[in-house]
């Protein structure tokens, strides 16, 4: 996910966007749950971007710390998610959008 196609990518349906760097330590801890999490639910879109390479859609989105998880519905945020969660918060979290 890069900043030019960010919005195309994220306008339609629910998507999470996990926001990463690779030197950040709870990051690497989240990335295997959001994973997990896209293997397990094929009723939303899921994307990474790395803060570093694509500073411009974070900053957009006022995202001062990661990681951060920002779910969208048809393009527009319903839920920014700050630090670590679990399969089971993030699934609670998704639930309230896909139902």
């Not at 295997?32 to 974070?58: G, H």
């Amino acid at each position: 996910m890069t900043d030019q196609n960010f919005k195309t990518e994220t306008d339609a349906g629910v998507t999470l966007t996990d926001f990463w760097a690779t030197w950040c330590g709870p990051c690497r801890m989240q990335s295997p749950v959001v994973e997990a999490l896209a293997d397990d639910r094929k009723d939303v879109k899921f994307v990474k971007m790395d803060v570093d390479a694509n500073p411009d859609t974070p900053k957009s989105f006022g995202i001062m710390a990661i990681p951060t998880l920002l779910v969208k519905k048809n393009g527009d945020v319903v839920e920014k998610i700050v630090g670590y969660h679990t399969k089971d918060q993030l699934n609670e979290i998704l639930d309230k959008y896909t139902k």
